[in-house]
């Protein structure tokens, strides 16, 4: 069987490594850990540290958080510390602006920066399984050009990481790899699809996870795992030799997006990669420089989205969000309470989009005996479902978006797909208006309504409920999650009756099903993260605003968890 092949071959690679990576960190390997990209990058170019010494701190990491989260779908290690390909060198400034260093030219702009690969995307010589059973044990012929242009820089490619089947869900889970857990909680979900390397970045085994993000693949685990995503807009970031949930979808494309346990660690990694123009590897990429976006003593103006109208954020999850408003009111910014056009109506354009075949080239990839996630499960039963019977059932459905679906998402012919691009530049056109209208530098809001689901619980969930990020997908917009604090038992926790309320009887089924997983109790020390949205194209200015966020909040006397759970 392919999942059995695969976990002997992981197996493999981890029983590979050195035996002092299974032993614990000592104060040199912790020194290197708390390095930041700049730092450790100008230290592995002057030779300070070794390639092994990077390896064999960030490795140990890696082998831990292996056995405490299963995130992990290929080991690469033992193949850099054979390789006898030359160490690269930096020059002695971390100035990525300045060109006038002969070796900055030479383009070594990330050397020693130990950077994660979800396993959607292509390394040459090992398999891009994308969670699959069937595209196991095939390995590739040629590296992403995201790939190619890293070991340019000099950049260590050390692991792969898991993902669900073909990227959809909302937890990391397949017949290939197994169960990916919170870092922080076990019996808790990692998040999806990038949820390995939400993961794996929390238990400081990578400094950068490359990620991909459709819906909110590189965010939820943001989320839920405490660390930091963005969702670049369609062209920014290199995406060729990336396997994308539904392949030649051009309605809501897929995102390629880095994470990172820190934010200065994303920004500086994010200048790096377009100071590496990385347009000259990838046709698909922009041409567009790195544009600084300086907002320090500003009085910025945020918009603050409460509610999508589809699930309320937990008191958990609305706690982030006020201590978010409070702290940029207390820096003097304008904070203003916005009511957004309909995310529904957007979140159904985009649904219906992405299974426009019938999720025909989605589930053909999946073995007949291959679990699949839940929501996955009964994505497939509602378009396998007659028109006229979705029909016939849509007439007792009392909820909106139970009624949008069973009318909505089924098989569409050519001209209706065409029909629903131009309804979402329409949707698109309509949300420009609003927020020129309003002059908003920023959106903010809750990624997810709940904090980490614990395992087994995404069917009550669903992927309906990732409706606050995945609406920037359909509008192309940039987003980013930072984490901001911890669920805390007793000051999130709902009333003991709330379950048999008038409150949660007047809920919609999708917010039903989050709150009842919802338990601050079981949940407490769960990261909790808010959401900074900007516009088409606008990376630089969003991590900006992920700063001045931050920064707020840090100024507020506010403490978030600790960084890592290790």
């Known amino acids: 069987m392919n999942s059995q092949a695969k976990q002997q071959e992981r197996q493999r690679q981890f029983d590979a490594l ?96 130990p950077v994660s690969i979800k396993d959607c995307i292509d390394i040459k010589g090992y398999d891009t399984t994308v969670g699959y059973s069937s595209r196991a044990n095939k390995p590739v012929s040629s590296s992403a050009p995201i790939v190619q242009l890293l070991h340019d820089a000099g950049a260590l490619t050390h692991v792969k990481t898991t993902t669900p089947p073909g990227l959809l869900g909302v937890e990391t889970s397949s017949d290939l790899f197994g169960r990916t857990s919170n870092p922080y909680n076990s019996e808790y979900s990692s998040g999806a699809s990038t949820g390995g390397g939400g993961a794996l970045l929390a238990h400081k085994g990578s400094m950068i996870e490359i990620a991909t993000d459709i819906g909110g693949s590189a965010r939820l685990p943001a989320h839920w795992c405490g660390v930091y995503g963005i969702r670049s807009s369609i062209g920014r970031f290199p995406s060729w030799g990336t396997v994308p949930p539904l392949p030649g979808l051009e309605g809501v494309q897929t995102s390629c997006s880095p994470m990172a346990r820190r934010l200065d660690d994303l920004e500086e990694f994010w200048k790096r990669v377009v100071a590496m123009k990385p347009w000259e590897y990838d046709h698909t990429c922009i041409p567009l420089s790195w544009r600084p976006a300086n907002t320090q003593g500003r009085k910025l103006r945020f918009g603050v989205i409460w509610d999508d109208g589809i699930a309320p954020p937990t008191p958990a999850c609305r706690r982030a969000l006020q201590v978010t408003v409070d702290a940029l009111q207390k820096q003097g910014h304008d904070v203003i309470d916005v009511t957004p056009p309909s995310i529904l109506e957007g979140l159904m354009i985009g649904f219906q989009l992405c299974f426009s075949d019938g999720g025909v080239d989605f589930f053909n990839a999946v073995y007949k005996d291959e679990k699949l996630d839940p929501v996955l499960t ?86 309906v409920s990732c409706a606050n990020m995945m609406i920037w997908n359909i509008l192309d917009y940039t987003a980013g999650v930072l984490p901001i604090t911890t669920v805390q038992s007793t000051l999130d926790a709902l009333p003991s009756t709330f379950l048999n309320s008038s409150e949660y009887a007047a809920m919609g089924l999708i917010a039903k099903g989050v709150y009842a997983v919802y338990d601050a109790s079981k949940m407490d020390g769960l990261p909790v993260g808010v959401q900074v949205v900007g516009r088409r194209l606008e990376e630089e200015k969003v991590l900006e605003g992920m700063r001045v966020v931050e920064e707020a909040v840090r100024a507020s006397g506010f403490s978030k968890s600790r960084e890592g759970c290790a």
């Not at 390896?55 to 140990?60: D, I, N, R, S």
């Not at 001209?415 to 056109?429: H, T």
């Open 18 to 113: 050195p035996s002092s990576y299974h032993e614990p960190c000592t104060e040199q390997d912790n020194k290197i850990l708390d390095l930041s990209l700049s730092e450790l990058a100008h230290a592995h170019a002057s030779s300070s540290i070794s390639t092994s010494a990077v390896l064999e701190a960030y490795g140990k990491k890696v082998v831990a958080a292996q056995k405490a989260s299963n995130c992990i779908a290929a080991v690469l290690i033992p193949d850099i510390l054979h390789s006898s390909a030359p160490q690269l060198f930096l020059p002695t400034t971390t100035d990525v602006a300045s060109s006038q260093s002969s070796l900055l030219k030479e383009k070594h702009l990330l050397s020693g920066v």
């Open 378 to 463: 009964a994505t497939k039963s509602l378009l396998s479902l007659p028109l006229f019977l979705k029909s016939f059932l849509a007439r007792f459905a009392s909820d909106p978006v139970q009624y949008a679906m069973l009318t909505s998402v089924h098989t569409k012919s050519p001209s209706q797909e065409r029909a629903l691009v131009v309804a979402r530049e329409e949707y698109r056109a309509k949300w420009r208006e609003v927020w020129e209208h309003n002059g908003w530098d920023f959106l903010v809001c809750a990624p997810h309504p709940s904090p980490a689901i614990p395992k087994g619980t995404a069917e009550k969930v669903t992927l």
